[in-house]
């Protein structure tokens, strides 16, 4: 199994970006073969039985798939957005594994990775198999592609004026603690792909020019934008704003607010991660 899942890992490095076809409704989905080991020690050859079962679940899974209106089956240089591979181990008499993964071609991310069990070696038992993982896959398949989100460095409105200029490199250093924190939940929720916005250079701040955020995420190849602003009310008191916009109309689609006076700067992150955790991955 181990060699089996260096091959799934190395697959996300080496797939083509994907690219339906104009007009194309019917979502392409790449499927070789699986690999077949048997290491159980046996003493009778059962290669050809292997094969046969083996090309039999292929056929199976092939056709469950491109049953379902919503698929198709490709090549991965054909339109394929997702690559379904995986193997099969005999490891005795009675036990057999099945490593099978499903990758998003376009975001060369894993949408399924997991490892069955099933109990016997023959026909029946090979069926039932393929009607499980068919199930698994198929409902892999239709988990929707995550969003791809351009999340924009936060930025510090500050109402104290006496405090105005001081502490810059610790504010900066919180600020980047903030920005950082908020990608990872993000990412880690799988519902988006966050994209690396890079050195976007900013002439003004992003909270007061009108959402021309929307228009920088668009360039970066993204769907959606966020920005973030951290309000400091005084030097142990602050509140925390975020806004999502749709690339490619501007229109704001999420937003949240905190409304209340929380902690000290050092709490900027626990904040900004509770805030849009609440009501941005959790509310949705």
């Known amino acids: 199994m181990r060699r089996i899942a260096l091959i799934l890992f190395a697959l996300l490095f080496v797939l083509p970006a994907s ?3 104009a007009g194309a409704e019917a979502i392409g989905v790449a499927m070789d ?3 077949y080991t048997d290491t159980s020690a046996e003493p009778a050859n059962q290669t ?3 094969e046969r079962r083996l090309q039999a679940f292929m056929a199976a899974l092939r056709r469950d798939v491109s049953a379902d209106g919503r698929y198709r089956l490709a090549s991965a240089q054909d339109g394929a957005a997702f690559k379904v591979i995986g193997g099969i181990q ?8 099945a490593k099978v993964a499903v990758i998003d071609v376009g975001a060369k991310k894993l949408v399924m990775d997991k490892l069955y069990t099933f109990r016997g070696d023959n026909d029946e038992s090979w ?3 393929e009607m499980f993982v068919s199930r698994e896959v198929m409902a892999a398949l239709s988990t929707p592609a995550p969003v791809a989100l351009a999340v924009f460095d936060f930025e510090l409105e500050d109402t104290t004026a006496a405090t105005a200029g001081a502490s810059a490199a610790s504010d900066a250093s919180y600020l980047a603690e903030v920005t950082a924190g908020v990608r990872d939940e993000l990412s880690r929720s799988g519902r988006y792909r966050i994209v690396d916005v890079g050195g976007e250079a900013k002439a003004r701040a992003l909270r007061d020019c009108d959402g021309c955020e929307a228009a920088m995420a668009q360039k970066l190849g993204a769907d959606q934008s966020l920005i973030g602003v951290v309000r400091r009310v005084s030097r142990t008191e602050y509140t925390l704003g975020f806004q999502v916009r749709d690339a490619r109309t501007g229109a704001v689609l999420a937003r949240g607010d905190s409304g209340l006076r929380l902690g000290a700067d050092y709490s900027w992150k ?3 991660v509770r805030l849009v955790s609440e009501k941005l991955v959790t509310s949705q």
């Open 19 to 21: 690219h339906s076809p």
């Open 33 to 35: 073969d699986f690999s």
């Open 48 to 50: 050809a039985a292997h």
């Open 90 to 97: 005999k490891t005795s008499t009675l036990v057999q594994w």
């Open 127 to 129: 069926e039932r198999a």
């Open 270 to 272: 626990r904040g900004a």
